[in-house]
């Protein structure tokens, strides 16, 4: 027998074998959903590669490992198909992310983020070193999986904020906002010296913006915290914010909490772990 029809023997038994085994192992660079995927799209040149979630770009740099790459979809495919049906959840809230052509850009050094997106374009970044594809699975230990945080905010910037004005827009007198002014003890256009004691937000930024920083920021507090993606980490977080589980903004930020749960809205009830479909 020659090399050639070993081979081939040997290919046919895995595929016999392993093919249908729904549980086998997803390597780095394969993933049953997504495809990774070489692109020429103006103003990326120096992200070699994408991945395309529901019509989303998620770019990186030859320095990002696969693994993350794909993981980052799968939070993201996750967020926007939290009941993993096939479809987005809300499609107003996707039809908007499309018209705002929005994307995510993955880098392994801060270098990398110097670019220049085309201006009708919204995006947003993550780093490949603050990715953490095991944290969820681990029971939410150890190092923080920023894509939590960092696909959420695309979500809520280029969707939701302009899905729904009214409740999630980036400005003074949205119910997201008046949210926010009760978190922080206040109404505070410009970060104070300090809080009052009462608050449960208190993020000091000097570069987060009143309007299209604090807001988002305090929705991902809010959210991930519902979702139990910050219940073990109260110690990491609490200089920023305080209520770190669902019950505690059930009880405490009950303005938030009524927004963010009600049905009509359809956000995520399920937190992301990184393995959509599977």
Same mark, same amino acid.
């Given at each position: ?5 070993? +081979?081939?023997?040997? +290919? ?35 992200? @070699? ?16 490992? =696969? ?6 979809? @799968? ?36 270098? &990398? ?6 201006? &009708?374009?919204?995006?947003? =970044?993550?780093?490949? =070193? ?25 979500? @809520? ?7 729904? $004005? ?22 505070? +256009? ?69 927004? +963010? ?10 937190? $992301? ?6």
């Amino acid at each position: 027998m020659n090399k050639l029809s070993f +081979l081939s023997i040997i +290919l046919l038994f895995v595929f016999f074998a392993c093919g249908t085994n729904s549980t086998q192992e997803i390597l780095p660079g394969d993933d049953p959903n997504f495809t990774i995927e070489a692109h020429s799209d103006s103003g990326f040149g120096d992200f @070699n590669r994408k991945v395309v979630v529901f019509g989303i770009d998620i770019y990186a740099v030859a320095a990002v490992e =696969d693994v993350k790459l794909l993981h980052a979809a @799968n939070v993201l495919a996750q967020y926007l198909d939290n009941d993993e049906d096939g479809e987005v959840d809300d499609q107003l809230v996707m039809n908007h992310m499309l018209q705002n052509k929005a994307f995510m850009v993955m880098w392994k050094s801060e270098n &990398d983020l110097n670019i220049d997106p085309p201006s &009708d374009r919204l995006g947003q =970044d993550l780093g490949n =070193d603050e990715t953490n594809p095991n944290y969820v699975a681990s029971g939410k230990t150890g190092r923080f999986d920023a894509s939590l945080e960092e696909v959420l905010h695309i979500i @809520n910037n280029a969707g939701h904020s302009f899905a729904y $004005p009214d409740v999630f827009g980036q400005n003074i007198g949205s119910a997201l906002a008046d949210a926010m002014d009760i978190a922080r003890g206040g109404q505070f +256009l410009n970060i104070p010296s300090s809080y009052p004691d009462s608050a449960w937000y208190t993020y000091y930024d000097s570069t987060c913006e009143y309007a299209n920083c604090q807001t988002i920021e305090y929705l991902y507090w809010a959210l991930s915290s519902i979702l139990g993606g910050q219940e073990n980490r109260l110690n990491e977080i609490e200089q920023e914010w305080k209520l770190n589980t669902r019950d505690l903004v059930q009880t405490t930020d009950t303005t938030i909490f009524s927004i +963010l749960t009600n049905p009509f809205y359809k956000l995520p009830t399920v937190l $992301p772990d990184g393995t959509y479909m599977r």
